[in-house]
């Protein structure tokens, strides 16, 4: 079946992108403006996204329980302030992410494929992390080439790239070498990605990339102008780092062939050996024993993560599971969380139970699709505003007064049915 890219209508349509785009996407920058948290960037981003992509960014594994897990458990730690701190806002939220001095204690975390929902993709993460001075994450399944990031982030800017675990180690060794080419710093291997996790959402929303054109794929683009202008008179995406002449469509065949579950501590040494001129994460960390041997095999950063709730359904929520990793590996070496980060609050207390840092997956990717750099400006001013007076009001100053006093701030209380209602929820469900 021909498409309207083979058909190369993108080069017509992308004359007259000046004068339609702007137009298809006012509704977008209105819902925008008025976007006052996550939960309000999620229902924007729902608003103006195909269908089967907003299910894909928004579900989880099974059930979703995991994702549920993940948000819920926030609510299940009191913040006991403390009062008269005699602290001047804005607070000083700097601290240091892999080895690199930054202004906030969150980051982008990397994600696969942004220009699936919104075309700005990986470069509206990038500026917004410049603009923040914060850590820039790159995917190996990015769709934007470690060149083009370079043309966003100077040379010394803390940048990570992120691999998985594949099969074929030349495909592992050119990857790796593109990204410190291209001046990256710092190596993540994420760990939990050795099997497909059971995505239901979408299954029933017939999901491909790029769409099939069906029927139901059609109805859908058509409810959603501005997603599917932007795909339309655009050139197809393609997955950058990779093979720029493979398009997008041959991501699922390649992930299959390259997933390897057999891949065992000896092959995450090996490529700690690979990578010598910088910090080494370990991303997908839920037990202590793990994150034990993590460090015998020559990782420096432990990431505690569940993948977001999209692999294995009732693993713990990653908040639960951080103070006993902190243990664990003791007090110098440096943990990363991520997990159901809605609130400032949220990162607030997994500072305060034992991270460095925190990496957001989801909230970045609600804004970049409700309107693509400005989206995602608008998700770390939200963030970043709500941090600051999460601080004030809980009497902390600095990221190292938080890290001292948490343990004494942030207790854990029984959860009841009303810590489940709120901005966390919204008339789109669960978030």
Same mark, same amino acid.
């Given at each position: 079946?021909?498409? @309207? ?26 819902? #925008?403006? &008025? ?5 309000? #960037? ?46 001047? +806002?804005? #607070? ?6 892999? !080895? ?8 982008? *975390?990397?994600? =696969?494929?942004?220009? %699936?929902?919104? %075309? ?31 043309? /966003?982030?100077?040379?010394?800017? +803390? ?11 030349? /495909? ?5 070498? $593109?990204? &410190? ?5 710092? %190596? ?23 769409? *099939? ?68 994460? /370990?991303?997908? /960390? ?21 993948? !977001? ?6 693993? @713990? ?6 103070? =006993? ?14 997990? !159901? ?7 607030? $207390? ?11 997956? $989801? ?19 939200? #963030? ?6 999460? %601080? ?40």
């Amino acid at each position: 079946m021909l498409t @309207p890219h083979d058909l190369k209508i993108h080069k017509l349509l992308r004359l007259f992108s000046p004068l339609v785009r702007p137009i298809v996407n006012i509704p977008a920058r209105r819902r #925008l403006r &008025k976007a006052v948290n996550i939960a309000d #960037l999620r229902l924007c981003a729902e608003s103006r996204l195909h269908k089967m992509c907003f299910g894909y960014l928004d579900s989880g594994g099974d059930d979703e329980i995991t994702i549920r897990r993940n948000k819920d458990a926030y609510t299940q730690l009191e913040m006991h302030f403390k009062v008269l701190s005699g602290l001047s +806002p804005p #607070l000083d939220l700097s601290t240091t992410i892999f !080895g690199s001095k930054v202004d906030i204690p969150f980051f982008a *975390s990397p994600t =696969a494929g942004n220009k %699936m929902f919104h %075309m700005d993709g990986e470069s509206a993460v990038a500026t917004a992390s410049k603009v923040n001075n914060s850590v820039y994450c790159l995917s190996s399944l990015a769709t934007t080439s470690v060149d083009d990031i370079a043309k /966003i982030l100077t040379p010394e800017h +803390p940048k990570l790239f992120q691999v998985y675990v594949w099969k074929d180690r030349d /495909i592992l060794r050119d990857i790796l070498g $593109k990204a &410190k080419a291209g001046g990256i710093q710092t %190596m993540a291997l994420t760990v939990d990605f050795s099997w497909y996790g059971n995505r239901e959402r979408d299954i029933r929303n017939n999901f491909t990339i790029p769409p *099939s054109y069906s029927l139901q794929q059609c109805i859908e683009a058509i409810k959603a102008p501005a997603w599917t202008w932007d795909f339309l008179s655009n050139p197809p995406y393609n997955y950058a780092l990779l093979d720029k002449d493979v398009p997008a469509d041959s991501l699922a065949s390649f992930v299959n062939s390259q997933l390897y579950p057999q891949f065992s501590w000896e092959d995450a040494k090996w490529l700690c050996e690979e990578w010598t001129h910088g910090p080494k994460a /370990i991303k997908g /960390i839920c037990r202590p024993e793990d994150a034990v041997k993590a460090l015998e095999c020559g990782f420096t950063t432990i990431w505690v993560s569940n993948h !977001g709730g999209r692999q294995l359904d009732t693993s @713990p929520a990653t908040i639960d599971v951080l103070p =006993a990793i902190r243990k664990a590996v003791g007090p110098n070496v440096e943990v990363i969380h991520d997990g !159901g980060i809605q609130r400032g609050t949220d990162i607030a $207390k997994a500072i305060a139970l034992g991270a460095d840092g925190v990496a957001i997956g $989801k909230p970045y990717l609600y804004g970049l699709a409700a309107g693509g750099t400005p989206g995602v400006l608008r998700t770390f001013d939200i #963030l970043r505003i709500e941090l600051d007076r999460a %601080m004030g009001l809980l009497g902390c100053g600095t990221i190292e007064e938080l890290k001292k006093e948490g343990p004494e701030l942030i207790k854990r209380r029984e959860m009841s049915l009303r810590d489940c209602q709120g901005a966390r929820y919204s008339k789109a469900g669960m978030i």
